[in-house]
């Protein structure tokens, strides 16, 4: 009787206040559903926190100051040790778009395609090359619309740029 009494309201009810309520509960399931594919798949981090050169590495990018981190002697910018180097290159995930405007001037068709297509990047990566003890950067400049043509520009990446949230590719020595 409760149940029928209450239907009977709703349907009485504005058309403007069943919209609200169907946003409403539309919107608490979406939650819900989010929270429980969280709980059941959850997000997986298999970066290198757990260990101690992670643990280390944060400790390290956190002494640094904010702005311009250079390995080359300059005016401005912090100059970076091998280790913080290191450090900052394992911990850095994206390239400035002011890095790769610079690496392009010295390729000529990957800066015709980068400025033809609309400045968009395909994608990126900055990884530790222990090796040669260097930082790499690289990104595929995407094709035009109609075309196959990508251009990957690679180089070690010698700057970088610390904000509050992450470190940044800032320079690329590409020639």
Request: a positive charge; charged letters at 25%.
């Amino acid at each position: 009787m409760l149940l029928e009494n209450n239907l009977k309201k709703y349907k009485e009810s504005p058309e403007e206040f069943k919209q609200i309520v169907g946003l409403v509960g539309l919107t608490i399931i979406i939650i819900v559903t989010f929270m429980i594919l969280n709980i059941f798949f959850g997000v997986s981090d298999k970066s290198t926190k757990d260990n101690k050169t992670g643990e280390n590495n944060e400790t390290v990018i956190a002494s640094l100051p904010k702005g311009r981190l250079n390995f080359f002697e300059g005016n401005e910018g912090h100059k970076l040790s091998q280790s913080e180097y290191e450090a900052v290159c394992k911990n850095t995930k994206i390239v400035t778009q002011r890095a790769m405007i610079g690496a392009n001037l010295t390729d000529y068709e990957a800066k015709k395609l980068y400025s033809d297509n609309g400045n968009k990047i395909d994608k990126f990566s900055v990884k530790w090359d222990g090796s040669t003890n260097k930082c790499l950067a690289e990104y595929t400049i995407r094709a035009l619309q109609g075309t196959t043509e990508t251009i990957t520009v690679s180089g070690e990446a010698k700057g970088f740029l610390k904000t509050s949230i992450d470190t940044r590719v800032y320079y690329i020595k590409n020639f």
